[in-house]
């Protein structure tokens, strides 16, 4: 089973302020890695997938990068509603064994 | 715009089988570009893959779940399931039904909560 290691755990950050968090896969994984956000009652939405692609209506402010096995995404001026929890995925395996990241929160300082 | 509901008995006694339905709209669940995945969430945790399934019916599982999941499709209903046989208090979660791209998960449904309780 391929490992998802995120850091930091938690982060509190002020709204305007860039931050940016990162995953660690357990082995090369390439180019295929998926970030989430998931706001508290809510499923989670895609972010970005092929570790730098933005999926569909998110925001230019939203960005990742990295291969192999180290990922980082950057959010530029914090807004409200960015505040949630992000998840990292991996879809390298196949047949498919996908796994997630433990989650990294992002919480108004 | 694709639209995915789950629906489910919310709650299930341990030992028995849950059956979960994910209903499908805006899509045809035929569109050979996507699977059409489940997934999990235990309250307060993280979120876990419990398996997908093609348009044709070939269907992948977490190993590390076991042998209790089959995931089938309903392509005439527009519709795919989930059964888990012998639950226990661990399999208590939100769970998610999904439309699947190439490995990354690029619509949810809101999802449903199933406690395992007697």
């Known amino acids: 089973e391929i490992v998802m290691t995120q850091s930091p755990a938690t982060l509190s950050v002020s709204p305007g302020e860039r931050v940016t968090f990162s995953c660690r896969a357990s082995?090369?994984?390439?180019?295929?890695l998926a970030w989430y956000q998931q706001k508290p009652g809510q499923a989670p939405r895609l972010l970005i997938y092929?570790?730098?692609t933005r999926a569909t209506g998110i925001p230019a402010r939203f960005s990742g990068s990295g291969t192999g096995t180290e990922f980082t995404v950057t959010i530029t001026s914090l807004q409200s509603a960015d505040f949630a929890v992000y998840y990292c995925?991996?879809?390298?395996?196949?047949?498919?064994?996908?796994?997630f990241g433990q989650g990294t929160k992002l919480e108004i300082k | 715009q694709v639209h995915l509901q789950e629906s489910g008995p919310g709650l299930v006694r341990p030992s028995e089988t849950l059956s979960l339905t994910c209903n499908v709209s805006?899509?045809?669940?035929?569109?050979?570009?996507?699977?059409w995945a489940w997934l999990r969430q235990p309250p307060g945790k993280g979120l876990e893959w419990i398996g997908s399934i093609s348009s044709s019916g070939s269907a992948y599982y977490n190993p590390s779940l076991g042998g209790r999941l089959t995931i089938s499709v309903a392509s005439s209903k527009q519709h795919f399931s989930l059964r888990v046989d012998s639950v226990t208090a661990a399999d208590t979660a939100v769970y998610y039904c999904a439309r699947q791209g190439a490995g990354n998960m690029k619509d949810w449904g809101q999802g449903t909560l199933i406690t395992v309780s007697s």
């Open positions: 092929g570790a730098t």
């Open positions: 082995e090369r994984i390439g180019d295929n």
């Open positions: 995925q991996q879809y390298k395996t196949w047949p498919p064994a996908y796994t």
């Open positions: 805006g899509d045809s669940i035929n569109n050979f570009q996507y699977f």
